[in-house]
């Protein structure tokens, strides 16, 4: 039985044994449909992710600071 080819995020190496492949969360892509995120199990904790309502928020307080610098 086959499975799809997975990459673990930590280190760019694929999974060859599915026993080992963590599912860690999905991708959003700019356009069109985003992608699984996997790791091998010793990786799990290595692999960071952006929650994007931080992130925005983040980007408008850089935004306040910038302008704000100007005046």
Do not use: K
Not at 1 to 15: L, T
Not at 25 to 47: F, I, K, L, M
């Amino acid at each position: 039985m086959s499975y799809p080819m997975r990459v673990c995020r930590a280190c760019g190496e694929p999974i060859s044994d599915p026993d080992d492949a963590v599912y860690v969360g999905y991708q959003e892509a700019n356009s069109g449909p985003g992608w699984e995120v996997w790791a091998h199990r010793d990786h799990v904790a290595e692999v960071t992710q952006l929650n994007p309502d931080y992130v925005r928020i983040l980007a408008r307080i850089l935004l306040l600071c910038a302008f704000e610098a100007d005046l």
